[in-house]
């Protein structure tokens, strides 16, 4: 079965204290994977899309990185703006249409 | 402003009573998505749309229809709604650029039904 498992579930940092949040997948073939943002009672904000082992984005503080099993977003000197829900999602190779989505890391910045 | 719009954005109903929630979008996207998102469980897809008429199952279709008869319009239809229904529904849409599936999120919809 496709899954898409991100962790932790919740992350507390400290304003400037720097840490990866992490998102494993088990598809048959990747087309794609997606990192969104999600604030409190909004909907998910797309940040990145990774397509093949190797590939980085970043933008601002966050850098997405791309393996064949996982990606992790990286959080350099987070502030607490920062602070949300980060989603993880796949596009899978045999449907090339359906979305899989994780359940999110819940990142809080204290200042 | 390119946006995607959701109505109603609350909405409690009861068991069996027939409702519909639209979804509209103003960047001519081809691609187009609900989503239903309950804690612990993240975002789960419903149904998805390619393009005009063309319409397929997400992960959980059950209890749900769709229609896509206009490219911006992707209306979500609960014949008969449930209490396992009551959760947090987001429409989204998509250009669709080779796999680039960059999707811009309504605002959601809380929907309860008793």
């Known amino acids: 079965e496709d899954q898409v498992t991100q962790s932790p579930e919740a992350l507390r940092l400290q304003e400037g204290e720097s840490s990866s949040l992490n998102c494993s997948y088990t598809v048959s073939g990747l087309r794609g994977l997606f990192w969104y943002r999600q604030d409190p009672g909004k909907g998910p904000e797309f940040l990145f899309t990774l397509y093949s082992a190797g590939e980085e984005k970043e933008k601002e503080r966050l850098k997405a990185t791309l393996t064949k099993k996982e990606s992790f977003l990286h959080i350099t000197a987070p502030k607490p703006e920062d602070s949300a829900t980060y989603l993880c999602a796949v596009l899978e190779d045999s449907s090339a249409s359906k979305i899989i989505f994780g359940s999110g890391t819940r990142l809080s910045i204290r200042p | 402003e390119a946006q995607v719009t959701q109505n109603p954005r609350y909405l409690i109903t009861v068991t069996g009573k027939k409702l519909t929630v639209t979804c509209s979008q103003n960047m001519n996207h081809e691609y187009m998505s609900w989503y239903r998102q309950d804690p612990g469980l993240g975002l789960r897809q419903i149904y998805y749309?390619?393009?005009?008429?063309?319409?397929d199952k997400g992960d959980v279709p059950e209890g749900y229809k769709v229609s896509r008869k206009e490219k911006r319009n992707f209306p979500l239809i609960l014949e008969s709604p449930s209490p396992n229904q009551t959760s947090l529904y987001f429409c989204?849409?998509?250009?669709?650029?080779?796999?680039?599936?960059?999707?811009?999120f309504g605002p959601g919809t809380r929907l309860t039904v008793t």
């Open positions: 749309s390619m393009n005009v008429e063309v319409t």
């Open positions: 989204a849409s998509s250009l669709k650029t080779g796999f680039t599936y960059e999707q811009y």
